[in-house]
């Protein structure tokens, strides 16, 4: 896993390096100003006109080596200060003084500076705005000033690159304390911060890269993250492998509890998602009146139909004839198709008590155990919950504007309410557990916004439970090959042409492409 620090373990490495290994902070900034232009170079190939707006803060010193390494790179600059000279800090002042020493000239903040910045702009060809305002250190609104500044900079309409973060975030949370720039690039240094992978905040991000500025491996391994990015290496390992002697029990049994009248499909591709994900058996549990939509939907996956076709939904008498078919059963999910009534909150009042197996509760067992609080209390097994975000508000009792505007924060709410491994769905997916360690996802695939991937992430996940994968890493691998078959089902084709079945059908390459 890749550590993800916010602002007060960033300051904590920082000091560890100049105080203990002696590690000038001006050489830190150095390197990350000098590796950060040489990415904007190489981003930016044809550009030849820069503006750089820097901070009165070590954020602006940042800005101002990049500009001077730009200018040496050959490149036409303006330079906009916020702040007189003699007041940026001290770091931000020896790079002012150099910067001065090779000929460029800063234009400090006034009316007439802006006159000059945006003639500048509409002298040439349209430059590229370097965001170097305010740094990792923000914890309030921005002054009147700044956002007016902002709202300067933003009337200009230029392609922004943000120096660690856009200004106007906060580095810990992913909140917006004011509007920034939306950027296409962000260059931060060493680690990634946690508003780079939270919406709302990532969505004013682009595309983040991590430049390394030589802060020793010991010397991050002594903060002790407890928030992580998952990359693919990460998730890798966590596939099992598969022996040349292997039979089909070799790989568990899931079982998917679900389905009603009309909603047959939803547990099917559950079923159908396990399966592809290695299971060696699934089979789902669903109402008689499920039973045709299933089986028109898999031929592979087994089904538990309870009556015939005028039960329309799983009841309490369902939940006593079904629990002779819980041996064997490697690990279950609940949810898929369920529907919200009296009846099944009576089948999961009665089943949960008797589940001996990792569980996944998703979609209306979700709102099931949001109307019923006291259902926890009777699953004595390891506990998954999928949420999306308007699930999420019901397990809170709050509004999706709340979980929205502190996602990280709800999800570690929800982790510790519930005792469970919390996946919040949505834009930027994001694990927390009860202990407080959170794993984030750069994943944004509108695609994934139709009926039924839900449902297939829910099988994924359960199908890799059922092969004896523990459930923090089943949940992570799980998330990350449902957003890498949505990216490749879509390949040549529009988002919104994305169904459920496409997406099962990509399954086997994104499992391929983790695995290589």
Known sequence: MRPVFNAAQMRRA??????EYGYLGVLLMETAGRRAAQLVRRLYPKQERFVVVAGGGNNGGDGLVIARYLRRYGKEIFILLTHDPAKLSALSRIQYDILTRFGLSCHVLSPDSLRKLQAFCEAGPRPV??????GV???????PTQTALLE????LHLPVVAVDLPSGLSADTGA?????????????FQVPKICHLVTPAALYCGQVHVVDIGMYPEVLDRIGARTFWVVRQSVRGFLPPRPADAHKGTFGHALIVGGSRGKGGAPAL?????????????TAMIPGSALPAFHRRTLSGMSLPYGDGQVAY??????????????????IAIGPGLGQTPETAAFLREWLPALQVPCLLDADALNLLAQDETLRARIRVPLLLTPHPKEAARLLNTSVEAIQGRRL???LRLAQKWQALVLLKGAYPLVATPRGETYFFRLAEPALATAGTGDVLTGMVVGLLAQGVEPLAALLLGVYVHGLAARLATRGRHPASLTAALLLKALGRALHQVSA
């Open 270 to 282: 559950a079923t159908v998602a396990a399966l592809r994900m290695g299971a060696g058996l699934a």
């Open 152 to 155: 300067f900079l933003r009337s």
């Open 14 to 19: 920082d000091e560890i390096m100049q105080i």
């Open 129 to 134: 705005l370097i965001d170097a305002l305010i």
């Open 409 to 411: 924060e709800s999800a």
């Open 314 to 331: 799983l009841n309490e008498a369902a939940a006593l004839w079904g629990l002779r078919h819980l041996e064997g059963k490697t690990a």
């Open 176 to 188: 917006l304390l004011n509007e920034p720039l939306r950027c296409e690039h962000t260059i931060t």
């Open 137 to 143: 250190g923000l914890q309030q609104a921005l002054r």
